[in-house]
């Protein structure tokens, strides 16, 4: 969980990437985190990163009672 947490940090503050390619690799990781824990270390990020996907994404994880708490993190933390 380590790495992943190091690899979040790394996405969401790399000046290479997009704000697209943030999302991607984001998604990318959500999608491979082995469970709650794991996607709840993703989600730390998705509030970083500025892109409407990102926002639709974490509004689509709200019926997800387990990671409710860090989604409402992640949109408070969202902006334009």
């Not at 990781?29 to 974490?58: C, T, W, Y």
């Not at 689509?60 to 990671?67: F, G, P, T, V």
Request: net charge negative; glycine share 4%.
């Amino acid at each position: 969980m380590l790495a992943l947490r190091g690899y979040v940090q790394v996405v969401v503050v790399d000046e290479n990437f997009t704000e697209d390619q943030k999302y991607a690799e984001i998604r990318n990781a959500f999608n491979i985190a082995s469970g709650n824990d794991e996607q709840k270390i993703v989600l730390s990020g998705l509030g970083k990163v500025i892109s409407l996907e990102a926002l639709k994404f974490a509004i689509s994880l709200m019926d997800k009672s387990e990671l409710v708490h860090e989604t409402e993190a992640a949109i408070m933390e969202y902006r334009i």
